[in-house]
């Protein structure tokens, strides 16, 4: 079975706007886990327009007390750009898993994965993958379907790839067709991943209908959801659609 994380950012953006602690991300979660989720996922942007420092931790210990409440393990993944203020940031939390994400200056949300054939780039996530990975935290890259990229990925040392899944899921917005055609992509990117031994994550973009799709990708351990899991929970609510989001996993 396909784990899912659930994103809060959504829920931080909308308590931002107007300021206090309504609503809770701290509530919202706690409806996610209850739902049935595997975790939370956020990915606290260095201007804090949504998930702010004080979240992160406060995921933290309500994440610890609700695992020893309920005698489970939901995850805490923490996805943000290599940089010294991320990787101290993650230091202090020290979530389960650690996903590494390009980030553009002045872009709305991620849009592309890494390239690894930049040694620049891959000589600095060899370094903050194995600080990570001394604290004992799982990493994993934000990557694309370029292939030719995964043995890289295991040169750097992270444990999992996250399958940036944004044009699968814009063209199967155009049409199913379309969305199964590039979903072939992603197979053979999962088989190649796999292969070399590195776990498989996926995230963006994806919901309830192309998840029907995207669900049968090989080998996916987990997803990540965000924008369109909370888009659907404003017309339903949380708990139900975190059900159904399950429920499309299988």
Known sequence: MTHLSVNVNK???LRNSRGGRIPSVLGISEIVLDAGAYGITVHPREDERHITKQDVFELKEFLLAYNKSNQVHKE??????????FLELVLKAKPDQATLVPVKPGEITSD???????EKTKS???????????????????METDVSQYSLVKEVGAERIELYTG????????????????????????EAAN???LGINAG???????????SKLPHLLEVSIGHRLVSEALVIGMEATVKKYIQVLG
Do not use: C, M, W
């Not at 805490?76 to 203020?85: A, T, Y």
């Not at 592309?112 to 930049?118: A, C, Q, T």
């Open 11 to 13: 829920i931080a953006t």
């Open 76 to 85: 805490f993944n923490i996805e943000g750009e290599p940089s010294e203020r």
């Open 112 to 118: 592309h994965g890494f390239d690894l054939k930049e």
């Open 124 to 142: 600095k996530l060899r370094q903050i993958v194995q600080t990570l990975q001394k604290e004992k935290i799982r990493v994993s890259l934000f």
């Open 167 to 190: 044009p699968f899921a814009h063209a199967y917005d155009h049409s199913e067709q379309e969305g199964k055609d590039i979903f072939q992509e992603f197979v053979r990117a999962a």
């Open 195 to 197: 292969a070399l031994g």
């Open 204 to 214: 963006h973009d994806l919901d309830t209908e192309n998840l029907n799709v995207f």
